[in-house]
């Protein structure tokens, strides 16, 4: 099966919602793979898969490993690889240099960076020379040490403009799709009618043209998820469950049982 592309997810514009989740994981990747239209290994996996307090910390190579993971468990949906923070602001020549790297050893099909007008012209570098990119605005968890939290956007109108600017840029630079994160949803639905490209909620709005989820939040993986979040299973509960049958079974040595041994 060839992979959904880049384009075919700009086509999507104004259509049937396009379907997204996270992951940084081959076995998940598989399951997620039949039912996404794009797959992101988002930075989200410093603090999911590593215990990191914020995305800050997470550098290239722990990206580039997590991708490969990720291609390699999946056939259909676009990989999306998240830049992770110092690798892309400094100039549209160094983000091309790191997300080139990134596109040859994971061979994914797209990358993800965060910032709106003032990343415009990185992203015209990079997608006019092979690149696609995903642009991301709103609440940018890279800038948290900057915003001082992490904030939900767009609760002042004034603020408004300055989003709606930042969204028009990164889709005149050629941003194949934006991410909405963390806004008012009349914010998010206002910004999706005002350009030409994408936009992928995540505490945005249903009127975005499609939605993304953290995987492990909408599993119940996180023991304390944002409110944006709809818990859809309970993993960490079958987890400790399986974790707790697992350890009585020891110590009363009923595993391993008849069928688990080599006679
Ligand atoms: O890193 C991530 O998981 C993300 C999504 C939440 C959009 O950037
Ligand atoms: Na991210």
Known sequence: VRRITAPQITRRKGGDP????????????????????FILVGDSLGMVMHGMESTVGVSLELMIMHGKAVVRGTSRALVVVDMPFGTYEESPSVAFRNAARVMKETQCGAVKLEGGARM??????????????MAHIGLTPQSVNVMGG?????????????????????????AFA????????????????????????????????GQILVLEDMLGLN?????????????????????????????????????????
């Open 150 to 174: 992490f904030k939900t956007q767009g609760r002042d109108e004034d603020s408004w403009t300055s989003h709606e600017e930042d969204a028009r840029a990164v889709a005149e630079a050629g």
């Open 223 to 263: 023991p304390t998820p944002p409110k944006f979040v709809k818990v859809y299973g309970n993993l960490g509960g079958q987890i400790e469950a399986a974790v707790k049958a697992y350890s009585e079974e020891v110590k009363d040595r009923s595993f391993p049982g008849e069928s688990e041994v080599y006679r």
């Open 18 to 37: 396009i379907v997204s989740l996270t992951s940084y994981h081959a076995h998940t990747a598989a399951i997620v793979d039949k039912y996404a239209d």
């Open 178 to 209: 934006l991410v909405l994160e963390g806004m008012v949803e009349p914010l998010a639905a206002r910004i999706t009618k005002q350009i030409a490209i994408p936009t992928i909620g995540i505490g945005a709005s249903a009127e975005c043209d």
């Open 120 to 133: 415009a012209e990185t992203i015209r570098f990079l997608s006019e020379r092979g690149i696609p990119v």
